[in-house]
């Protein structure tokens, strides 16, 4: 990630009139600025509730692709910015926190990812979204947690594959799929932070709870979840679903979508091992604030530049995805 740390300090240095209501100011904004905001499922919940948008990360690839806006305002972190831009190189891309990066990506250097994958030359590489544009310009096609599985199943089943950059949610793919894949050593802190003993503790104290889990969990937790799946699957699953009790494992900020999508049932976030925080926060994700996003829509900055020569080779991969049914 290519920050202009001095750049992006004054920018959030800038005056905010204590007059202004930010939620207005920001919807008039958008409208005269003929500008989108897309918001991940792990945003604060302000923004969540102010988006054109709402969703995970395939929903908002596919997203960035279809607008017509002349600017996409992404509310989530670095490498879902990069992917719009990516997606539409002519239009103008911004995020409100430059910082907003991501562990998962970060455990995934460009340098020695290439080293790896030379090791390994009749593999194909399928990639997680959750990495950078650098990464994705490494790779054969990109994936998301909601169509992993098909995305692994299309290719023949003697294809030499590699998978990167989350171990958790690869060593869930190989027992999903039966493929032997090569796995990169890579993870998010959010999603491993999820303590076992804890959550055995909890389904004790709520045994008519479901435990319901993403796939970047570590696999002990996996083991015991009685459903696996994306940010929206599992939003999916507590509104279809007959029971009225979750423990829910994943970021924490999808809990305000699930509350409004099932008021009437009790949902609860998974605990982790740290004593100071009863769920798991993605701190990157919760950098974006509504002053942030103002400032960002106000003056069009921090704005999303990636070289062309990046852009060309990590769109194909990315399109790959959005081509497949």
């Given at each position: 990630m290519n ?184 993870s998010c ?43 929206s699957g ?92």
């Open positions: 920050l202009n740390v001095l750049e992006q300090r004054g920018y959030l240095d800038r005056p905010i009139p204590d007059s202004i209501d930010l939620k207005s100011e920001i919807k008039q904004l958008l409208k005269s600025k003929n500008a989108v905001l897309l918001a991940h499922y792990y945003q604060n919940e302000e923004i969540q509730d102010l988006a054109d948008y709402l969703g995970d990360s395939l929903f908002l690839a596919q997203k960035a692709k279809e607008v017509t806006a002349d600017i996409i305002v992404f509310a989530g972190v670095h490498f879902m910015a990069e992917t719009a831009k990516i997606i539409n190189p002519t239009k103008k891309v911004v995020l409100p926190d430059l910082k907003a990066g991501c562990s998962l990506a970060d455990s995934c250097p460009p340098k020695d990812f290439a080293a790896f994958k030379k090791l390994h030359p009749n593999a194909k590489v399928v990639t997680y979204i959750n990495c950078s544009a650098e990464i994705k310009a490494l790779s054969d096609i990109v994936c998301t947690s909601s169509n992993a599985v098909d995305v692994i199943n299309s290719f023949d089943k003697d294809q030499e594959l590699i998978f990167a950059p989350d171990k958790n949610l690869g060593k869930y793919l190989i027992k999903e799929t039966g493929r032997d894949l090569i796995l990169w050593d890579g802190i959010v999603h491993e932070a999820f303590s076992f003993e804890k959550i055995t503790q909890l389904a004790i104290e709520y045994p008519e709870a479901k435990f319901i889990a993403h796939p970047e969990s570590e696999s002990q937790i996996l083991d015991i979840a009685h459903y696996i799946g994306s940010t599992l939003l999916n699953f507590v509104q279809k679903d007959s029971a009225q009790t979750y423990i829910v494992a994943t970021e924490a900020g999808i809990l305000h979508e699930m509350r409004k999508a099932v008021p009437h049932k009790n949902l609860i976030p998974a605990p982790v091992d740290d004593d100071s925080c009863a769920c798991s926060e993605c701190a990157f994700m919760k950098l974006n604030t509504l002053e942030k996003l103002y400032l960002c829509l106000k003056y069009e900055q921090p704005e999303i530049q990636l070289n062309d020569e990046l852009i060309r080779d990590a769109y194909l991969p990315i399109q790959r995805m959005l081509d497949l049914k």
